[in-house]
């Protein structure tokens, strides 16, 4: 199948590749990612461990949070893996979070995180190498993730387990050794895997951000990097077309223009498209030097409070290159809250940045390929079903468990099933569905968990229980008495589902079934689980107190799976003596942290 091809000329090529070669290429490089990628890991490793500390890493690494509260829980969770020598210890590491008051996005965050970095170290940190984690955010779309943060989610492989946290260290280990002082940021939910050779520099003036060969599909959801004709004529030229090219993997030029998740006529129109291919470079992560750093902190120290939200990508990156200009400040269509501050501070960014001549470099990372592993979908896809992701991570099946007793209800062994279990105890006779993964529970003897599930820190004990399908659990402790709440939600559901008071019971599901069905086989009225809120509020299924409270976790979890039962079924469940129920909300200003990462040691 032909498709068309169109530069800044207008004119079609019929000689261009298909919109899915760019994958097919990219497949036939997942022996050689996945050696650079184990040998990346294995760096880390020797690195963490103190058998060669002599490895170039990081001076300072920072893992920013939304609030307070989870910045605290992120300052637990690092002085852990500090003590367990998950991570390197001769490391400065730091938290922070954004400041109280209006949201201000992964954008101004990055700059509140430069105030925290001027105050911390003073000027000591403008000759340091530093990689900022922009963490923020309670994971509506993975709740299971809320607790904890994304950044410290649980992956397959190793024992103890890496976190994202540990992976993305290791996947960028090769980064410091070429870059001069300066701040390189990444996101806690995206994995990158890549050749890197000495092609590879962060040296250049200005922001310098990695870019990856991806389809135009692809590209209407990301940052797409435009380049000037001569080193467009270089890229489609490299390796990902021909492993014998002479010319190396990586490849730094300077950007006419970075578009913000542009449409396919956007992108041909602009000219993005490699020539004679349907194929563009994307964004991941990016490298901010000493001199844009200040221009960015004289920027918000000029404007804070800021009074609307920054995208680090879409007012950052977008302000910049030979070509940039301001008109993308007047277009709100990608932009996630409208504030009225927001037209006026984008064009301020915009003015500020090139005042200054902050110049946009990408380097592209011609073999290279970027995972966002952020939602329940992706969550079970990657784990479970992609053998590309799976395989050039070296992600296991079965990972820091005791207990061999699981079956698996398709053909095949465990080794060829789509199942992930981690962290967790096993009894005899499990059975586990297929497209499951179970991180930090224990499960008893007998117990069957459905297909399409993901559990997270559940006590399943009682023998022959049984998980339904298509269903989200996960354990969390509450308050200084501790007591415990089981969240649960259909698989294909999102928190961030919702409507206003007057029509969210018949617009939204929960647990397959339409809201207000679903609640009254609970005794619930919508005005139980949003209380004293007018018709016309908009609220969502995060805000909802649906979740009730129980003593243990194994009872919290045998309710919640009653609760489910009830509701598919439709069968109205008899009144606990306690009517108390809680939000997610509710939830994470109540967790019991200290036993919450007691929950999180299940095969203990």
């Not at 003036?205 to 389809?215: D, F, M, T």
């Not at 992930?420 to 008893?444: H, L, Y």
Request: proline share 3%.
């Amino acid at each position: 199948k032909k498709m068309e091809q169109v530069g800044k000329s207008g004119k079609s090529n019929s000689n261009c590749m298909s919109s899915n070669d760019v994958e097919s290429l990219l497949e036939k490089k997942t022996a050689q990612l996945t050696k650079e990628t184990r040998e990346k890991i294995n760096k880390f490793n020797r690195l963490r461990s103190g058998e060669d500390e002599s490895i170039p890493f990081w001076d300072l690494v920072v893992v920013a949070g939304c609030d307070a509260q989870q910045a605290e829980s992120y300052e637990r969770k690092i002085k852990e893996k500090i003590t367990s020598r998950s991570i390197p210890v001769n490391t400065k590491y730091g938290v922070t979070f954004d400041p109280p008051g209006f949201k201000i996005g992964n954008g101004g965050g990055f700059m509140s995180v430069l105030e925290y970095l001027q105050n911390e170290y003073k000027d000591a940190w403008k000759s340091m190498k530093i990689m900022v984690i922009l963490a923020g955010g309670y994971s509506q779309r993975l709740p299971t993730a809320s607790v904890s943060g994304k950044i410290f989610s649980a992956f397959p492989l190793g024992d103890p387990l890496y976190s994202s946290l540990e992976l993305k260290l290791a996947i960028y280990i090769d980064f410091p050794e070429r870059m001069t002082s300066g701040v390189f940021v990444a996101s806690s939910d995206d994995f990158e895997v890549l050749c890197v050779d000495d092609g590879m520099s962060f040296e250049k003036e200005g922001i310098v951000a990695l870019g990856h060969p991806s389809s135009l599909t692809v590209g209407t959801t990301h940052g797409v990097f435009v380049l000037r004709e001569e080193d467009k004529k270089v890229a489609s030229n490299t390796k990902l077309f021909d492993s014998k090219a002479d010319t190396s993997y990586c490849k730094v030029f300077e950007c006419e223009k970075f578009l913000h998740k542009p449409s396919m006529e956007v992108m041909r129109k602009e000219g993005a498209i490699i020539p004679d291919t349907n194929m563009v470079y994307t964004d991941s992560c990016f490298y901010c030097d000493i001199p844009t750093c200040c221009v960015l902190l004289d920027f918000y120290t000029s404007h804070k409070p800021l009074k609307c939200e920054l995208d680090a990508y879409g007012d950052f990156l977008q302000a910049l290159g030979t070509q940039s200009s301001s008109t993308y400040c007047e277009d709100s269509a990608n932009v996630t809250t409208v504030d009225p501050d927001l037209q006026e501070t984008r064009l301020a960014v915009y003015k500020h940045l090139n005042k200054h001549g902050v110049k946009l470099n990408v380097i592209l990372c011609t073999v290279s390929k970027f995972y966002h592993v952020g939602t329940q979908d992706e969550y079970l896809f990657h784990l479970c079903r992609d053998p590309l992701f799976r395989g050039e991570l070296g992600l296991q099946r079965y990972a820091s468990c005791v207990g061999e007793g699981v079956s698996v209800e398709v053909d095949g062994s465990l080794l060829n099933s789509e199942i992930c279990v981690m962290g967790s105890r096993i009894g005899s006779n499990v059975s586990i569905g297929n497209m499951t993964v179970m991180e930090n529970c224990r499960i008893g003897d007998g117990v069957s968990v459905g297909s399409n599930c993901i559990l997270s820190s559940c006590c399943l004990e009682q023998r022959n229980m049984h998980v339904p399908d298509s269903i989200l659990l996960c354990t969390i402790a509450i308050d200084d008495d501790v007591k415990y709440c089981t969240i649960y939600l259909d698989i294909k559901e999102s928190f961030k589902n919702g409507g206003t008071i007057g029509e969210i019971g018949d617009v939204v599901t929960f647990c397959g079934i339409k809201l207000h069905t679903a609640i009254s086989t609970l005794n619930l009225a919508i005005s139980d689980v949003w209380p004293s809120q007018p018709s016309n509020q908009k609220v969502t299924l995060w805000q909802g107190r649906l979740f009730s409270i129980q003593k243990t976790p194994a009872e919290s979890v045998q309710r919640a799976i009653e609760e489910i039962e009830a509701i598919r079924n439709q069968t109205l469940l008899e009144s606990e003596t306690t009517q108390e129920r809680v939000s997610m909300v509710d939830i994470l200003k109540r967790k019991n942290t200290t036993e919450c990462a007691i929950l999180s040691t299940a095969k203990v």
